[in-house]
């Protein structure tokens, strides 16, 4: 079956950095485009970043574009996530996501998250 493994999570302080990882197996992992979400304390969750199938286009929420930056890794099924200058408001379990559409059909997965904490 597909799993999505996410890790590289942890407690970082303000202004420090972590890369997060997602292994995928199951799945064509070129087939699919991969998206990171993010949930914080009591707020919805929200897409942090997504990349391309093949890694030619991304794109990012403003509130982290300049600091995170996506990217993937076809030959290891793996989408990675560097997280750069981070803030307390970065605080947040960090989830995978994959996406895959073809005419009318979607394939859809979610990784089980890994926390990130951003404190002094």
């Known amino acids: 079956q597909v799993q999505l493994v996410e890790s590289g999570g942890g407690l970082v302080q303000p202004g420090g950095s972590l890369r997060l990882s997602c292994a995928a197996s199951?799945?064509?992992?070129?087939?699919?485009?991969m998206s990171w979400y993010r949930q914080g304390p009591g707020k919805e969750r929200e897409m942090v970043a997504g990349?391309?199938?093949?890694?030619?286009?991304?794109n990012y929420a403003d509130s982290v574009n300049g600091r995170f930056t996506i990217s993937r890794d076809n030959a290891k099924n793996t989408v990675y996530l560097q997280m750069n200058s981070l803030k307390p408001e970065d605080t947040a379990v960090y989830y995978c996501?994959?996406?895959?559409?073809?005419?009318?059909?979607?394939?859809?997965?979610w990784g089980q998250g890994t926390q990130v904490t951003v404190s002094s």
């Open positions: 996501y994959a996406k895959r559409t073809q005419q009318s059909r979607k394939w859809d997965y």
């Open positions: 199951g799945l064509t992992f070129s087939r699919y485009t």
């Open positions: 990349i391309s199938s093949f890694g030619g286009n991304t």
